[in-house]
């Protein structure tokens, strides 16, 4: 069973930065494929980014070459810092971890991108 708490969600206006963290609980937690969702009102839930076993990484399109993911396996810790923030990028972010074809899930965290 893993837990997942994320912070640094704010309110942000537009060609902001932001940095959310997520702090896993448990162990193994290098084993677990990292991920950051997020989900828009009236919007299904979305792939942002992905911080696979070793620190490979990818990310969907309206994000890429603006959001950058990393993972500190020493503090169970995913980052997602985020640049030039839009108004289309205000959303509940989620942190997710997979191992096999489990996942668990953080409470989430509001971004707000609004002059």
């Known amino acids: 069973q893993v837990q997942l708490v994320e912070h640094g969600g704010a309110l942000v206006q537009p060609g902001g930065s932001l940095r959310l963290s997520c702090t896993a609980s448990g162990s193994s937690f290098r084993d677990y494929v990292m991920s950051w969702y997020r989900q828009a009102p009236g919007k299904q839930r979305e792939l942002v980014a992905e911080?696979?076993?070793?620190?490979?990484?990818s990310y969907s399109i309206p994000v890429h070459a603006r959001f950058t993911a990393s993972r500190d396996d020493s503090a169970n810790t995913i980052y997602l810092q985020m640049t030039n923030l839009k108004p289309e990028d205000t959303a509940v972010y989620y942190c997710?971890?997979?191992?096999?074809?489990?996942?668990?899930w953080g409470q989430g965290t509001q971004v707000t991108v609004s002059s």
């Open positions: 997710n971890a997979r191992w096999s074809s489990t996942d668990f």
């Open positions: 911080i696979r076993r070793g620190g490979g990484t």
